[in-house]
């Protein structure tokens, strides 16, 4: 394996495998390096998603490396970037296999790991029927019983959204539910019920939940539930290059990056759920493709004197 490239894409989901394309098709020498484990693996299906609309998220990824696979000047390889530093002319990095590489660019797509609630049983549900967004799961889950655990404006916000793919929605508080005069007025007024017992386990079979099970013995029969999820760094590699997070509504840690991709780091970029205040894979292929344009040209102002950044 070369030892020296123009540009590392760290991780190969949806964002890295698109801006690798267009750094193949720009003829830039590119590793991608993927420690798998992308966020929507857990998925039955991807919803939404132009050309793989209801499709399995490995049919993606699998179709990508297909694409990849066209461009000589592209290498795709599974493994970790353990470490990394800054050095004159750009980034070191050091590989989970003990070998060290050099980077003239390097494009931070490790994307983001989803934090659901600690709560026995969720985790055979999660990505079917316990869900984080509505716009990915909704469809799935239309008409049927359906319920959100959260509080406060956050409660309110979820439940009022699900009732546009449902009718039989109820707001599970696990306990006070904070909501203030107006905010149960809303709730109330779409027939949404809040209930505030203590939820002890999510109990159903297979991948498709039954019921929630609460502290004082009895059962609700549900067959979606909407949770908070927040997404924190999958990957420490951001910290380890001096890139500053930042914090977002959904995220304590997204990578900060200005409208050119570009973070404090001048030789490191990044694209996709890393640094995305709404994660979704349609922006996240394309903020990987905008991104790789960019690095391009960062390239190109180096070895020709291309007017940069681009206006």
């Not at 390096?33 to 966020?39: E, T």
């Not at 490396?65 to 000047?73: D, G, I, K, Q």
């Not at 009895?218 to 979606?224: A, I, P, Q, S």
Request: glycine share 10%; with cysteine; aromatic share 6%.
């Amino acid at each position: 394996m070369r030892q020296e490239w123009e540009c590392v894409v760290v991780g190969g989901g949806a964002a890295g495998l698109s801006a690798a394309l267009v750094l193949g098709r720009a003829r830039r020498q590119t590793l991608v390096v993927d420690a798998g484990a992308q966020s929507n693996s857990a998925s039955a299906v991807m919803g939404g998603l132009l050309g793989f609309d209801r499709r399995p998220p490995a049919d993606l990824y699998t179709q990508g490396r297909r694409e990849l696979a066209v461009y000589p000047s592209v290498e795709y390889r599974e493994g970790e970037v353990t470490g990394g530093t800054l050095s004159d002319d750009g980034v070191e990095l050091d590989l989970e296999d003990g070998q060290r590489i050099r980077a003239r660019r390097v494009l931070l797509t490790t994307g983001m790991q989803y934090c659901p609630p600690d709560l026995p049983g969720l985790a055979q549900f999660w990505g079917k029927s316990v869900f984080q967004c509505p716009f990915c799961h909704g469809w799935e889950m239309r008409d049927q019983r359906l319920a959100v655990m959260a509080v406060g404006e956050e409660a309110v916000h979820a439940a009022l959204m699900l009732r546009g793919w449902s009718d039989d929605v109820v707001v599970l508080s696990d306990g006070p539910s904070s909501l203030d005069a107006e905010q149960a007025r809303l709730l109330e007024a779409a027939g949404v019920a809040v209930d505030e017992r203590r939820v002890t386990e999510l109990i159903g079979a297979d991948r498709d939940l039954t019921h929630v099970a609460f502290a004082d013995g009895t059962r609700l029969r549900r067959d979606g539930l909407l949770v908070e999820a927040p997404l924190r760094q999958r990957s420490g590699l951001a910290e380890k290059l001096g890139v500053r997070c930042t914090s977002s509504a959904l995220a304590p840690d997204a990578v900060n990056v200005d409208q050119l991709f570009r973070t404090d780091t001048p030789v490191v970029f990044a694209a996709g759920d890393v640094c995305a205040e709404q994660p979704h894979l349609a922006g996240a292929i394309a903020t990987g493709s905008n991104a790789a344009m960019i690095v391009v040209q960062s390239l190109l102002a180096d070895d020709f004197g291309l007017p940069y950044p681009p206006t």
